[in-house]
């Protein structure tokens, strides 16, 4: 069993940074792909960033070179560092632990005005 929490949304001008925090618990975090997803209403769930245990990223084409996800396996973290935010990238951001079973996080929102 896996429980994660975000944090770090807000509103953000167009050109701005957030960096997004999600924390797990409850099972043993170094054996999932961990990723980060966005979703707007009206829209499917996105894909945006995942890492592996070890450290292999792969990135969505619309954020390649703006942001970068991280994993700290000790402290049973992942971040997801966004850089250069285009209103575009306005959605409630989820972490997720992927593995035989997917656990989500709550979301956190990040708006990013225009």
């Known amino acids: 069993q896996v429980e994660l929490v975000e944090s770090g949304g807000g509103l953000v001008q167009a050109g701005g940074s957030l960096r997004l925090s999600c924390v797990a618990s409850?099972?043993?975090?170094?054996?999932?792909?961990m990723g980060w997803y966005r979703q707007v209403p009206g829209k499917q769930r996105e894909a945006v960033a995942r890492i592996t245990s070890d450290g292999n990223t792969n990135y969505a084409d619309s954020v390649k070179g703006r942001f970068t996800i991280s994993r700290d396996n000790a402290k049973n973290t992942v971040n997801l560092q966004m850089n250069s935010l285009k209103p575009e990238d306005t959605a409630v951001y989820y972490c997720?632990?992927?593995?035989?079973?997917?656990?989500w996080g709550q979301g956190t929102q990040v708006t990013v005005s225009s």
């Open positions: 997720a632990a992927l593995l035989l079973k997917s656990y």
């Open positions: 409850g099972s043993i975090f170094s054996s999932y792909v």
